[in-house]
Each structure stands twice: as C-alpha cells, then as structure tokens.
C-alpha cells in the first residue's frame, strides 16, 4: 500500500503538535540536566518494553521482566515475557548505538534478525569451482544413502524453522513438491504476497518526506504509517522503538531513548486504531506527551528518592557501597537481595544489611522471594 502525506491536516494537528514538541523538549532537558538522569534512561527501558506487549494486548508484569533480565526467575518464562524481553535488549542496543543506526538499512537489518551467516553461507557456496567436490566425499561409502535421506531431512527442518522465523528460504528445485506446514493450513506463513523487505522498504522511503516536518508530527507519520503499512510481522513492536529513534536523531530527545510505549498504552483503543487518519495521528501526538509528563513525574519521584536516601549515607566512610546501592536502585523498577548481591559483589547477607540502612520499602509483603523498590 502506498502511504500518503496529506497537507492540509497540519493546521488541525497544531494543538496537538505544539503540546507534544514542549513536552519532549522539558523531558529532554529534565534528563540531560538530573542526577537521576542515568537511572530513569534505565528504568524506562523495563517499563518500555512492558508498554509494547500491553498494546499488543499482552499483560506482562515490570517484577517478572526484572527477574527474567537477571536471570532470577521465580517461575518459567511465558512467551509474552521472552517477547517483552527481547523488547529490552532491542531498546538497550539501539541507545547502545549511533542516532542514525536503527534507522539505517544495516541498522534495520540487524533489528529485523536478517540472516546475514545465511547469506555468507550462499556466497562462499557460489565462489566454489563448478564441478568440484568436497576431499570428504565418498560416493562408494556404505552409509551414503543414510546419510544423504538424514541431510534431507535436516534440510527440510531448517527450511521450516526459516519460515517460521521469518526467514528467506532457498527455492525448491523445479518439480518438487512445496512443502506445506503442519501448524499453518491457511498458508498465512507462506504468503508469497507479504513481501516484508519490500515493505519495509516502503516504509523507509517516508524517512526523507518527513524530515522537514516537526519532530513529533514527523515520528507520528511514521508510527502511522508503521501501523497501516506492517512492515514485520513477528516484530510490530519494533515501530514504536523506531519512533524513538527517530526523536534521538533529530536531537529532540537526546538524553535518552523515548518511551514511546508508556503514553501510548494511556490512549484508547479506539482512537489508536480509528479509521480518520487525522484522529490517529492525534493520538500519538497525545501519546508523546502523555508520557512526556508520566516521565517528568518519574524524575521528581526519583530524585526525592534519591534525596532521601543520601541523607542515609552522608558522613558515611568514602569506599561505603551505599551510594553504588543507591544509583542501582534507581536503575530498576524493583531489586532484590540476589541482584544486589551480584551487582556490589558481597553476600545476601550483606545486602539485606545494606538495604536496612539505605531505608527502602519492602514492595512484596512476603517471607520468600523478597524485594524492593521506590514506591
């Protein structure tokens, strides 16, 4: 589908327009300028990445991401928490990176799980003389023909597991028959008609339309156009950490990756998925600045936190890991007695004592499976 940017619908986005550029640029500037900048730049990651599965329609606990990040799960992993996780790792390798990389082609392929070894793999095939074989090869080998059906066989199964992820799959010699997934009868995996490099090709050319437009209406098109176009179909949650990205490289918000996500999950439902473009559009401008001041209230939160709890460790010795305790707490939206333990290197002993004398709430209630957090 083709993607249009329609002009005469500015002049009604200006309210919505001029809320969302002064709340990014007081977020921006709150972070860049705050002790606590760094630990909210953290913290926003975990909420982040719980806001995309929530917009999918998918409950995932911030609790249950932290664990899971730390490899310290209470219970085994459900699916939503390995998406929400890789949600994670995927904010934390962008803001990693350049401004420009994730919107780069190199940059989209990597996020978009390419199969570059694939590819590599075709090459070094192709640059093999015609004709020669492998020093290996033993036609007269008695377990030739076993071995040839098992090679089949686990070339069928890669085959499979390429489609299922997305993957380009090698066509099947003339005559063969196409082979067809147990789990997929419709053929919706196999749509020869979803080209997904094609689309997201599409998607990238509305980069340079927008690039004279302001920041946020420019990151609204593309989110915009995200939706109505879905480019990935395994990774929708990708649009909204492009969006960001975005805002990062047009300097809007510099300090940190956006959460997009944590406004975005604060807007109905019927106007993110209204029919009037306009209306859409609206919405993510609102969504922007609904989590523009969900953050500025997070800072305020964090820096009283933070207030409070050097008055715990003023006068204290110079090599005390209080203050390192502190700048990890702020890092997370809960810690436990493990995770500190393994971030300042001393016992969980130990780290039950230094909790007590840095004054943080308990946030579980229990006996068991203990943590805490800035309430």
Wanted: aromatic share 4%; hydrophobic share 40%.
């Amino acid at each position: 589908m083709r993607y249009d940017i329609d002009a005469a619908m500015l002049q009604t986005l200006l309210p919505a327009i001029a809320g969302a550029e002064d709340g990014l640029a007081r977020l921006d500037e709150r972070v860049a300028r705050s002790p606590v900048g760094q630990g909210f730049a953290e913290r926003s990651h975990y909420l982040d990445a719980a806001g995309a599965l929530w917009v999918a329609g998918e409950l995932v606990h911030v609790e249950d991401l932290v664990l899971h990040d730390a490899h310290m799960d209470s219970r085994a992993p459900s699916h939503e928490l390995t998406i929400a996780h890789s949600v994670l790792r995927v904010r934390r390798r962008i803001e990693t990176a350049d401004p420009g990389w994730a919107l780069s082609p190199a940059g989209l392929s990597v996020l978009t799980a390419s199969t570059l070894e694939g590819q590599e793999r075709v090459s070094d095939a192709g640059s093999a003389e015609p004709g020669s074989k492998p020093d290996d090869e033993d036609d007269e080998a008695p377990l030739a023909a076993e071995i040839a059906e098992l090679d089949a066989l686990l070339a069928r199964s890669q085959q499979l597991l390429d489609r299922h992820a997305g993957k380009p799959v090698a066509e099947e010699p003339e005559g063969a028959e196409p082979s067809q997934r147990d789990d997929d009868p419709l053929g919706l995996f196999g749509d020869d008609e979803w080209n997904e490099e094609e689309r997201l090709r599409e998607w990238r050319g509305l980069i340079p339309l927008v690039e004279e437009l302001p920041p946020s209406l420019a990151a609204a098109i593309l989110f915009d156009a995200w939706e109505r176009i879905e480019p990935l179909r395994r990774q929708h949650w990708l649009g909204g950490l492009l969006i960001a990205s975005s805002l990062r490289l047009r300097g809007k918000v510099a300090s940190h990756l956006f959460s997009f996500h944590t406004g975005l999950k604060q807007i109905r439902h019927e106007r993110r998925r209204s029919r009037d473009r306009v209306t859409r559009l609206q919405a993510f401008l609102d969504a922007m600045r609904e989590s523009a001041i969900t953050g500025l209230k997070e800072i305020d939160r964090l820096s009283l936190a933070r207030t409070q709890m050097e008055l715990r460790f003023r006068g204290r010795r110079s090599n005390s890991s209080l203050p390192q305790l502190a700048d990890f707490i702020l890092s997370r939206p809960m810690v436990s007695a493990a995770m500190i333990a393994r971030e300042l290197g001393v016992t969980q002993r130990g780290a039950l004592n230094l909790i007590n004398e840095i004054g943080i709430r308990e946030i579980t209630g229990r006996g068991r499976y203990r943590a805490w957090g800035i309430i």
